[in-house]
């Protein structure tokens, strides 16, 4: 080395010689988390999209329509959601099971199950709306109860979780007595939950 690049090559020099490295190091690690994060960023999540998966199913009725008929109330309102409805005829009703409904505490506490007896009770509020008509708030002017249930089979344990999915069709309408005969269907899924013959009385 020449006495003027000696000359040259000062402590403050190395310093900033230093510094501009540091600079080059960290500016070259940024770059290469940009590029991590990008690469990230463009690998698509696994699974399904879930945009829209939560209003997959049609919607007939909402709860206030349902409401506007049905008397019930909680915690005895067993329909959530009707997803199809042909007066005097037939309709397609969804009650959504969850751990929060009131009935699990004590059925049971160590395997909560929905008991049968209300899986035939939301398919016979299902079967309730095909019959009612409107009157007004608070619920329709009529009234049905429970006159027969026949060859009640339970298929299926249904859980916390589930959605359940009620078929209700009316066979048979005596309208002078006010009775009428519905075959009923529950479905989780592709399984059949419960099926049941149901006979309503109407009455005001």
């Known amino acids: 080395m020449s006495a003027l690049s000696a000359s040259m090559f000062t402590p403050t020099t190395a310093r900033v010689v230093s510094s501009v490295r540091k600079t080059s190091s960290k500016s070259s690690r940024k770059s290469s988390l940009i590029v991590v994060k990008a690469a990230a960023e463009a690998k698509p999540d696994p ?47 969804v009650k959504n099971v969850t751990i929060n409904d009131n009935f699990f505490p004590g059925h049971f506490p160590q395997r909560p199950i929905m008991p049968g ?22 619920g329709t002017q009529q009234e049905f109860f429970f006159a027969g249930i026949d060859g009640v089979k339970f298929r299926r344990p249904v859980v916390p979780g589930d959605q359940l999915v009620m078929k209700v069709v009316l066979t048979k309408l005596n309208k002078r007595f006010g009775i009428a005969k519905m075959k009923g269907q529950a479905f989780v899924g592709e399984e059949l939950a419960c099926e049941a013959e149901l006979t309503l009385a109407l009455g005001n």
């Open 47 to 93: 699974g399904s999209d879930p945009k829209g998966l939560g209003n997959a199913l049609p919607m007939e009725m909402d709860i206030d329509a349902i409401m506007k008929l049905l008397p019930h109330r909680y915690p005895f309102l067993l329909v959530d959601r009707i997803l199809e409805i042909e007066q005097g005829s037939y309709a397609i009703g």
């Open 117 to 138: 007896v209300l899986m035939v009770e939301a398919m016979a509020q299902v079967g309730g709306l095909i019959m009612l008509e409107g009157g007004g708030e608070g």
